[in-house]
């Protein structure tokens, strides 16, 4: 799990405005979150499930990402449609789901960051023999809802400058996103400071 933190937490404080009245100020602070992920791969949360003539929701063999991050899921076959979707938690442990769309056999990543991961409801086989695994992108999941991604200060990987991308959405805290240029690797740090 990585770590965040606020400087200058002084919010709702009230000044004297020009003419006289009390005007409220809402002060924000600048996060610095840090963490150090690993390389993403697609079967990190889970290896290849058996699909069957029923639709499941697997609730064993799942592995929740070290640090919150964006999920993938990949099929084995060319035929493979229906979607499968991922029930979980995000940072603040908010429980959330994603829905991802089977594309054949080409990994397709989803749009929200999980910190846990419950279940999986996975589709009926296309054929005989089908798979679907779950791993997880190397698109990395904030503590905070972030109002601009301009508000983004500084973005470091590895200590030198990155130059990845900021997806902010300000209703839901999954969708504010950093997806590095960095390769990640477990060791090298992501260093994200911003304003909130």
């Known amino acids: 799990m990585g770590s965040f933190y606020p400087f200058n937490p002084n919010l709702g404080q009230e000044i004297q405005g020009l ?8 002060m924000g602070f600048v996060a610095h979150y840090q963490s150090a992920p690993a ?16 639709p499941q929701t697997i609730t064993t ?3 929740s990402p070290a640090v919150p991050r964006v999920l993938t ?3 084995d076959d060319a035929g493979m449609t229906g979607n499968v979707v991922l029930h979980g938690t995000d940072m603040a442990d908010a429980v959330i789901s994603d829905t991802i769309a089977l594309n054949a056999a080409t990994e ?7 910190k846990t991961v419950t279940s999986i409801d996975v ?4 054929a005989g023999g089908n798979n679907v695994r779950v791993g997880t992108a190397d698109v990395f999941g904030l ?16 200590a030198a400058t990155d130059a990845g991308t900021l997806t902010v959405n300000a209703t839901d ?10 390769t990640p690797d477990g060791a090298k740090l992501l260093d994200l400071f911003y304003l909130v």
């Open 143 to 158: 503590p905070h809802k972030v109002y601009n991604a301009l508000c983004l200060l500084v973005k470091l990987f590895n």
């Open 123 to 126: 589709p009926v086989q296309s």
């Open 61 to 63: 063999g799942i592995t």
């Open 19 to 26: 003419t006289g009245q009390v005007v409220p100020v809402d």
């Open 39 to 54: 390389l993403g791969t697609n079967v990190a949360v889970h290896a290849d499930i058996p699909l069957t003539a029923a």
């Open 108 to 114: 397709v990543v989803g749009v929200k960051a999980f």
């Open 73 to 75: 899921i990949k099929g």
């Open 173 to 182: 805290l999954c969708k504010n996103l950093y997806d590095p240029a960095g």
